[in-house]
């Protein structure tokens, strides 16, 4: 297990399609964080989840936005009705024990809307 | 509302040449400082928390500190491999250990060899 895992790494999609991306943590770890990040900007929190619950999600994630944990392990982030403004770097982190210093960001998936 | 501020937007560097990235934070009780280093289309990279104003901690050419109302990056000698976009990011007392980090935008470090 070398990391956090996000699929795809890039996505194109036309205006008002849906999109899909997957993230899977790295083993064992029950926390695990979606963020945005835009051209320019620092990343942007979007939902958190503590093995399936979903504890917080930012005000950012419009009724657009899904985001799912079933049992624990993988995530994914649905975006409905895509727009122009969705293109961004979407990020997952996780983590096992309490706090950021042992959590770990994937690579990103990095969605553009045409 | 927890505001980071970090500056210079961006910096460039001849090699060798030691600078400091800066940090200003508004937060309603800080409970830690976290640094990443970012390399174009990557994810953020860990590199120091930071908990208390005084608190100082070194990770080979970086060094990190932390005041009640900033913290710098202090790069010392860097390197090509050091460019990079550094991120400042705090998280508040108010929610816990799990709680978001909120991040500023970055500073982008172009060393020149």
């Known amino acids: 297990d070398t990391g956090v895992s996000q699929n795809p790494r890039h996505k194109i999609t036309k205006r008002g399609q849906n999109v899909t991306f997957r993230c899977d943590p790295i083993?064992?770890?029950?926390?695990l964080y979606w963020y945005r990040q835009t051209l320019g900007q620092g990343p942007e929190f979007l939902t958190y989840?503590?093995?399936?619950?979903?504890?917080?999600k930012s005000r950012l994630l419009s009724d657009r936005f899904s985001a799912e944990r079933p049992k624990g392990s993988f995530s994914t982030l649905e975006i409905q009705r895509t727009e122009q403004g969705d293109s961004a770097m979407y990020l997952c982190?996780?983590?096992?024990?309490?706090?950021?210093?042992?959590?770990?960001f994937g690579q990103g998936t990095r969605l553009t809307v045409v | 509302e927890d505001q980071v501020t970090q500056s210079p937007e961006a910096l460039r560097l001849q090699e060798g040449e030691s600078s400091s990235l800066n940090c200003s934070y508004t937060?309603?009780?800080?409970?830690?400082l976290f640094w990443y280093r970012q390399d174009p289309g990557k994810g953020p990279e860990f590199l120091f928390t930071?908990?208390?104003a005084g608190e100082e901690k070194e990770k080979e050419r970086l060094k990190a500190t932390l005041t009640k109302k900033e913290s710098f990056l202090h790069i010392t000698a860097p390197k090509p491999e050091d460019s990079a976009t550094y991120l400042c990011?705090?998280?508040?007392?108010?929610?816990?250990?799990?709680?978001?980090?909120?991040f500023g935008k970055g500073i982008t470090l172009s060393v020149r060899p």
């Open positions: 982190a996780s983590s096992f024990r309490e706090g950021w210093t042992e959590a770990f």
């Open positions: 083993s064992e770890h029950n926390r």
């Open positions: 989840f503590q093995n399936e619950a979903q504890l917080e």
């Open positions: 937060v309603s009780g800080l409970r830690g």
């Open positions: 930071l908990y208390s």
């Open positions: 990011a705090v998280q508040t007392q108010r929610t816990g250990a799990n709680s978001k980090l909120t």
